[in-house]
């Protein structure tokens, strides 16, 4: 009888060879959502020294305006770059998500259309 310490690496060889690629392909996805995370990350504190820029020198040129019209101008130039900001965020956003989203569709199962199933008539609420 054969010992039972020299059968485990026998036993446990074609569950590894079983499960490896599928720990490789999640820890290189976990890889590319840390590099995703990340690019996002390193964009939006950009766009926040902008913003903190700006907004300085903004109240830099409010302090020295000398009319309420050049205050309320400089003003208005600070909220549009910020809203621009504020846009280029959730851009930012939405193009991180649609590359995950496709870094998962193709893992996802197929479901069926409203069509297809039961044959009654499907309606979202909110």
């Known amino acids: 009888m054969a010992d039972p310490v ?3 690496p026998n036993l ?7 499960y490896a690629p599928m720990g490789i392909k999640f820890w290189e996805g976990e890889a590319t959502v ?4 990340k690019e996002f990350a390193d964009g939006w504190f950009e766009r ?3 913003g903190t820029r700006a ?16 205050a309320f101008r400089e003003y208005q130039d600070w909220l ?7 846009l280029e965020d959730g851009m ?14 193709p ?8 069509s297809e199933s039961s044959g009654s008539e499907t309606r979202l609420s909110a």
């Open 6 to 8: 020299s059968l485990f």
């Open 12 to 18: 446990l060889q074609p569950a590894a060879k079983t």
């Open 34 to 37: 840390l590099d995703s995370m």
């Open 48 to 50: 926040r020294r902008i």
């Open 55 to 70: 907004a300085l020198e903004a109240a830099r040129r409010i302090g020295e305006a000398t009319t309420p019209l050049d």
């Open 80 to 86: 549009s770059g910020a809203a621009a900001r504020l």
């Open 92 to 105: 930012a956003w939405q193009h991180q998500f649609m590359k995950a989203n496709a870094k998962l569709a």
């Open 107 to 114: 893992h996802l199962p197929p479901q069926d259309s409203p």
